[in-house]
């Protein structure tokens, strides 16, 4: 999606050779009209698998996650990072290992939300090694619903979790892959080479 590659050259920094920042309009401050397009880039990606329902991750997969669910006119839920204290019956959960925290969290969606008869779309806002994604692809399965496929906004294709998924047999679209952040140049895949 070229419109979101410019805001990356623009707005993103590499702050290291593995690590993007993106603050400045995914990850804190959030621009609209670029989730708007994302949203509309999703839809049409994935408007003839019949989704139901839209699952995401806490904080930063929701916004683009929203602008999916309005077009495709279906609801989101969210899959918490904490245990809250008003949700605590039927939640199922699952474990994300984060390589760069370093440390295992668990994520929980109330089984209120999802049903056997959903065909679940699972959005992101970055895809690394994978972890985060098989978290809720598990959350989904072990509800017994349908996974449609995986929409990512920034896949960083250097990284194994892409491989991991699409091997698994998971549909997975991302909006923009990043080939390199070598020396802290931000590189795209060319894209003849993009999946
Ligand atoms: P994975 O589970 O695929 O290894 O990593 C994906 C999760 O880690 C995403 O939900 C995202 O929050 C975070 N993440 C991974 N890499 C980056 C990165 O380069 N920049 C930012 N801002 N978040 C990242």
């Given at each position: 999606?070229?419109?979101?590659?410019?805001?990356?050259?623009?707005?993103?920094?590499?702050?290291?050779?593995?690590?993007?920042?993106?603050?400045?309009?995914?990850?804190?401050?959030?621009?609209?009209?670029?989730?708007?397009?994302?949203?509309?880039?999703?839809?049409?990606?994935?408007?003839?698998?019949?989704?139901?329902?839209?699952?995401?991750?806490?904080?930063?997969?929701?916004?683009?996650?929203?602008?999916?669910?309005?077009?495709?006119?279906?609801p989101v839920i969210f899959a918490r990072k904490k245990k809250s204290l008003t949700l605590t019956e039927g939640l199922i959960t699952s474990k994300v290992y984060s390589y760069t925290k370093q440390e295992t969290n668990e994520v929980s969606v109330s089984n209120k939300f999802l049903s056997k008869e959903d065909n679940v779309l699972i959005i992101d806002d970055f895809l690394a090694n994978g972890q985060a994604a098989l978290a809720l692809i598990d959350i989904v399965e072990k509800i017994e619903a349908t996974v449609a496929g995986v929409g990512i906004v920034i896949e960083k294709a250097f990284q194994d979790g892409g491989a991991v998924l699409r091997?698994?047999?998971?549909?997975?679209?991302?909006?923009?892959?990043?080939?390199?952040?070598?020396?802290k140049k931000i590189e795209f895949v060319k894209e003849k080479e993009q999946v």
């Open positions: 999606m070229e419109k979101l590659q410019n805001k990356i050259r623009e707005e993103g920094v590499a702050l290291s050779d593995s690590v993007l920042k993106v603050d400045k309009f995914l990850n804190h401050q959030i621009d609209p009209q670029l989730m708007h397009e994302m949203g509309k880039e999703f839809a049409s990606k994935f408007e003839k698998e019949g989704i139901t329902k839209i699952v995401t991750l806490e904080s930063s997969g929701i916004a683009p996650a929203v602008m999916t669910g309005l077009i495709l006119n279906v091997t698994k047999g998971y549909r997975v679209e991302s909006l923009a892959r990043i080939q390199s952040l070598s020396d």
